[in-house]
């Protein structure tokens, strides 16, 4: 396989020779990487924004999964492709800061490898279990896993990924012990949880919407300010104790380090057009998320912020690097 590697060098060249071509950006499709599975948040995201972004950028926006190693092997495939703004990649949190923070050796530089474009929006996280699992509240499951330490197991999108460690945060903060499942994404997972492969997934609200509305799945707490309208009876993690976890994931939009200015102003631009659309508002609503536009310097400050973050996080809980 042969891998297109670019040094800050190339990059400049690269930038001054095709100067007269970001003008005209884009003048064909252009793709958006998801470092995840088909269902799970990022797609979902990925699905509601590209439509309107290929509007407002006159070209098409093909979205094309390339799911494995907790957002690793996407990313880092969109870290490896021409810097010239054909190539985007959703970079969320997961991927773009908690990823690298336990893996001993990560495939690329949540920092150094990408340009941020701008986020899109932050995503409430919930807490799952089966729609007919005898565990209706947080304080009886935490009760459970307790008295019964190796009755359980959580999924999550992949060792490393942020469902994981949020996992493992959730150990360590309760007291509590669960083995971890690793699947190929979160839809993947959501679909072991109601096959009762599972018991627990720490997912994010969009993927899970539609089955909490079913009654397939169950919610028991939710990282958001407050309570949920279209779930008043869901308490939110520091309602029942754990400020800690009540923390909001971001999902954002970056490209290959390297990628001309101009072409990127213009991304942030679009992005900034498409997240004042009223449809695309609903939609990301709709899904649980709350749309959240940016700077390309805001977004960067809130990537080496979270990458700091979670580097303590592993830290301090004691979390072995993968």
Request: glycine share 10%.
């Amino acid at each position: 396989m042969k891998f297109k590697f670019w040094s800050a060098a190339a990059a400049l060249a690269f930038s001054a020779a095709s100067g007269s071509a970001n003008a005209a950006y884009p003048d064909r499709a252009v793709t958006l990487v998801v470092p995840y599975a088909p269902g799970g948040t990022t797609d979902l995201m990925a699905r509601v924004v590209a439509p309107k972004l290929g509007e407002v950028l006159g070209q098409t926006v093909v979205v094309v999964n390339k799911p494995g190693a907790g957002g690793a092997v996407g990313s880092g495939y969109a870290a490896r492709e021409r810097p010239d703004g054909y190539t985007l990649v959703m970079a969320v949190e997961s991927s773009h800061a908690v990823n690298p923070s336990v893996h001993a050796k990560s495939p690329y530089d949540p920092i150094k490898d990408f340009a941020p474009i701008s986020n899109l929006a932050n995503v409430l996280g919930v807490l799952d279990v089966p729609g007919d699992s005898g565990i209706k509240t947080f304080d009886q499951l935490v009760a459970d896993l307790k008295a019964h330490p190796d009755r359980y197991s959580f999924g999550s999108s992949g060792s490393g990924g942020y469902s994981h460690l949020f996992g493992e945060l959730f150990l360590s903060a309760t007291g509590t012990k669960m083995l971890h499942v690793p699947y190929k994404g979160l839809g993947p997972a959501l679909v072991g949880l109601m096959a009762g492969q599972v018991q627990v997934v720490f997912d994010n609200l969009p993927s899970s919407a539609g089955f909490l509305a079913s009654g397939k799945l169950r919610a028991l707490a939710v990282a958001s300010p407050k309570r949920i309208a279209t779930m008043p009876d869901v308490p939110t993690y520091a309602e029942v104790g754990y400020p800690q976890l009540n923390t909001p994931s971001w999902f954002g939009l970056a490209a290959p380090a390297g990628t001309p200015d101009a072409v990127l102003d213009k991304l942030n631009q679009a992005v900034k057009q498409v997240l004042a659309d009223p449809k695309v508002i609903a939609d990301i609503e709709r899904l649980g998320a709350v749309p959240d536009y940016m700077s390309r310097e805001q977004f960067a400050a809130t990537i080496e912020r979270s990458n700091a973050v979670w580097q303590k996080v592993v830290n301090d809980i004691g979390f072995e690097k993968l």
